[in-house]
């Protein structure tokens, strides 16, 4: 990926001279030296393939500046061609570095898997090849190229689409320079089509019959009788029910909320997304070209509600699901509450859970909570500071929703205090976006490059592979936040490199929090004008809240901006507690890197969960919708269930 910084970025972002001219040493606390890190190494993260980076030192031989890439590119891929059309599972393996990666979706194991060393590969590729045969490899764009991401790491990169009996699929290949010649470092295949049922073509749209759109449509949402029952209507319900559709099955969206896009509407009312919207456009309906670089909150729920419509998608909103049964052959039998007016009974082969990662918003309980005569509530129920100007709040917890809760009280003047446990991961706009999503950004003319090609690139690099590389990247952070950070710490406030040392990338992949993009609450706590204090609430008063070392603080209002339970939380307040005790550990990394229970098997048969952050939504909604059409249409192979370990 190429490292590029965008005008757009920069304009909204602090000025690191400044900072390091405001950096102060705080007066305000005496913070511990050192606050034990969040999360463990392994906290949901059970990978075990680590292996240092093929580097030129590692591996004696440097790629050549004049290196053709199109033509070894060629070389690689004839050999790929003939080995992995005849079936040859030995010689696909040898093309291997010895602890090279293939992982696949959906194409070979109709799974998410990931299989880490020559000899899992081996393994893999002995039992999957008879099932499956690759044939018709083909470039695709962008044209082979020598990416050296560092002065010692270089890898020839290149992207080709194939075919197998049952879909058509795409493979990004990384390749290295060995002294025996080329070996493949990782590879990713990924299923792009089912052959049988491509998406289907627009409707005619001519008005032929005799009553209006709108009349039409309310009535078809009225009366549907759906194939796949999504439930939650974010981002990830409705893209799926964007890409079931555009396959041919009937999907029903079952949201709680008044109206859709509420989820973004009503959040605090100060919010903007954290990252550039380059990277978020759902499926079929991109932001159009002039869309702010930093998508207000509110904007992204209208955005969402236009979406429903302009797709056609069938929501009830203000719905919920009061019973959910399966029977001993598998199907589903779900009531729904409709409006609170009516029970309806449906029938769905597929129902998916799309009701986001957080379960239900915690609190922790700490005595004498119930005699504080203040305001105690979880940010989810905080949508704005503005009933607090001239009073003292404290902001309990330093996630994202921790700093902006403290940024928008600074911004109104309010005393207001940051209280840290654990240390934080903190990076800036202005050094992080361009070496994570500039290959999504606009060019010049404001044109974004395609999402179908970024997306491939995205998503195909292997856990082990990846976490070598985050680690890097996040000590490359690291020294460009250097003034940041030392400005940061000089006000009490602790940050760390992130689980594992790989900054966000491995929380993202976890905790799914736990970290901060410098949105503008990090120049008010260098300011002063956002106090930090470590440690955390032991007890309440009446009047007060006593920090832990009997510290004696007043507030007024106390937003706990301290996350949200296990998503199987959610899972048992919609399905009931049978479906979820069946259900395996949601989220977090399995032992061969791949995503637990999220868009695979959940260990209910006919029940699949969707979530993850925008550019996830768009990607593996497409997987997801194809999957459960291969499984309806009859056509969908058992998935891979060998454990290689
Ligand atoms: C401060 C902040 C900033 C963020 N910035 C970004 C960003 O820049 N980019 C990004 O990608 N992500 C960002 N996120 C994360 C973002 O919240 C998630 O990516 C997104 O919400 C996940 O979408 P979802 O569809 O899985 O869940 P949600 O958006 O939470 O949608 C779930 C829907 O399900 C409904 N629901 C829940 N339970 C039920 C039920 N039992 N029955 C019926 N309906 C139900 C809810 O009402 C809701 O509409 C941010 C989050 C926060 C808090």
């Given amino acids: 990926m190429g490292v590029e910084i965008h005008e757009s970025v920069l304009a909204s972002t602090v000025n690191m001279a400044d900072i390091k001219a405001q950096a102060v040493v705080s007066e305000l606390s005496e913070p511990e030296t050192t606050l034990k890190p969040p999360v463990a190494d392994n906290f949901m993260y059970d990978f075990k393939y680590n292996h240092t980076l093929p580097t030129s030192d590692a591996l004696g031989i440097e790629v050549p500046t004049d290196c053709n890439a199109q033509k070894e590119a060629e070389s690689i891929l004839e050999r790929l061609s003939k080995t992995m059309g005849a079936g040859d599972a030995q010689a696909f393996t040898d093309m291997f570095l010895e602890y090279g990666v293939w992982r696949d979706k959906l194409s070979f194991t109709w799974d998410y898997r990931t299989f880490n060393f020559q000899t899992a590969i081996l393994k893999a590729a002995t039992d999957l090849f008879p099932k499956t045969?690759?044939?018709n490899f083909k470039f695709l764009m962008p044209a082979p190229t020598v990416a050296r991401p560092y002065p010692d790491f270089a890898q020839l990169q290149f992207v080709v689409s194939f075919e197998t009996e049952l879909v058509a699929a795409s493979a990004v290949i990384n390749s290295v320079l060995t002294k025996e010649g080329w070996k493949i470092y990782t590879m990713h295949t990924v299923a792009e089509k089912l052959k049988q049922f491509p998406e289907i073509p627009p409707a005619d749209g001519h008005m032929n019959g005799l009553v209006s759109w709108q009349t039409q449509r309310a009535k078809e949402?009225?009366?549907?009788?759906?194939?796949?029952?999504?439930?939650?209507?974010?981002?990830?319900?409705?893209?799926?029910?964007?890409?079931?559709?555009?396959?041919?099955?009937?999907?029903?969206?079952?949201?709680?909320?008044?109206?859709?896009?509420?989820?973004?509407?009503?959040?605090?009312?100060?919010?903007?997304?954290?990252?550039?919207?380059?990277?978020?456009?759902?499926?079929?309906?991109?932001?159009?070209?002039?869309?702010?670089?930093?998508?207000?909150?509110?904007?992204?729920?209208?955005?969402?509600?236009?979406?429903?419509?302009?797709?056609?998608?069938?929501?009830?909103?203000?719905?919920?699901?009061?019973?959910?049964?399966?029977?001993?052959?598998?199907?589903?039998?779900?009531?729904?509450?409709?409006?609170?007016?009516?029970?309806r009974t449906l029938h769905p082969k597929q129902v998916v859970m799309a009701t986001s990662l957080c379960g239900v918003p915690m609190t922790p309980t700490i005595p004498g909570m119930a005699d504080f005569k203040g305001v105690i509530r979880h940010s989810s129920a905080h949508d704005s500071s503005r009933d607090f100007v001239g009073k003292k709040v404290c902001v309990v917890g330093t996630s994202s929703s921790g700093f902006d809760t403290a940024f928008d009280c600074s911004r109104r003047g309010i005393d207001v205090t940051l209280l840290q446990r654990s240390p934080t991961y903190v990076m800036s706009l202005t050094h992080s976006v361009p070496r994570m999503i500039a290959s999504y950004g606009p060019d010049a003319d404001g044109y974004r490059p395609s999402h179908e090609e970024q997306d491939r690139f995205f998503f195909a690099t292997p856990v082990g592979p990846g976490e070598e590389l985050a680690r890097r990247n996040a000590k490359v952070l690291e020294d460009l936040d250097r003034p940041l950070l030392d400005a940061l710490n000089a006000r009490g406030l602790r940050t760390w490199r992130g689980q594992r040392g790989t900054g966000g990338a491995t929380l993202g992949q976890t905790r799914n929090g736990g970290f901060y993009f410098d949105a503008g609450a990090c120049e008010h706590i260098i300011d002063g004008k956002i106090k930090v204090e470590s440690g955390y609430i032991e007890n309440f008063t009446e009047d007060k809240a006593i920090l832990n070392g009997g510290r004696e603080r007043e507030f007024d209002l106390i937003v706990f901006a301290t996350g949200f339970s296990n998503t199987v939380d959610s899972v048992r307040?919609?399905?009931?507690?049978?479906?979820?005790?069946?259900?395996?550990?949601?989220?977090?990394?399995?032992?061969?890197?791949?995503?637990?229970?999220?868009?695979?098997?959940?260990?209910?048969?006919?029940?699949?969960?969707m979530a993850g952050y925008l550019p996830y939504t768009r990607f593996h909604s497409k997987l997801l919708a194809m999957r459960m059409k291969a499984l309806n249409e009859g056509i969908a192979l058992a998935p891979y269930k060998v454990q290689i370990f």
């Avoid at 890409?243 to 973004?264: F, N, T």
């Avoid at 954290?274 to 869309?291: E, G, I, N, T, V």
């Avoid at 029977?327 to 007016?341: A, S």
């Avoid at 049978?578 to 029940?607: H, M, S």
């Fill in 221 to 343: 949402i009225d009366a549907a009788k759906p194939e796949i029952l999504i439930i939650g209507g974010g981002q990830n319900g409705l893209a799926l029910a964007a890409r079931c559709k555009a396959l041919g099955m009937e999907s029903l969206i079952i949201e709680r909320s008044e109206e859709v896009g509420d989820v973004w509407k009503k959040r605090y009312e100060y919010l903007s997304l954290h990252f550039p919207h380059w990277a978020d456009d759902l499926p079929y309906f991109a932001y159009p070209k002039h869309w702010p670089t930093y998508t207000p909150a509110y904007k992204q729920g209208m955005y969402m509600e236009w979406y429903a419509s302009a797709l056609e998608l069938k929501v009830w909103t203000k719905s919920e699901v009061v019973k959910a049964e399966q029977d001993d052959k598998t199907n589903w039998t779900i009531v729904i509450n409709k409006e609170g007016k009516e029970a």
């Fill in 133 to 135: 045969k690759a044939t």
């Fill in 573 to 609: 307040a919609t399905l009931g507690d049978k479906i979820a005790d069946q259900c395996g550990p949601i989220w977090g990394i399995d032992e061969e890197g791949e995503f637990k229970t999220v868009y695979r098997e959940t260990g209910v048969p006919n029940l699949w969960i």
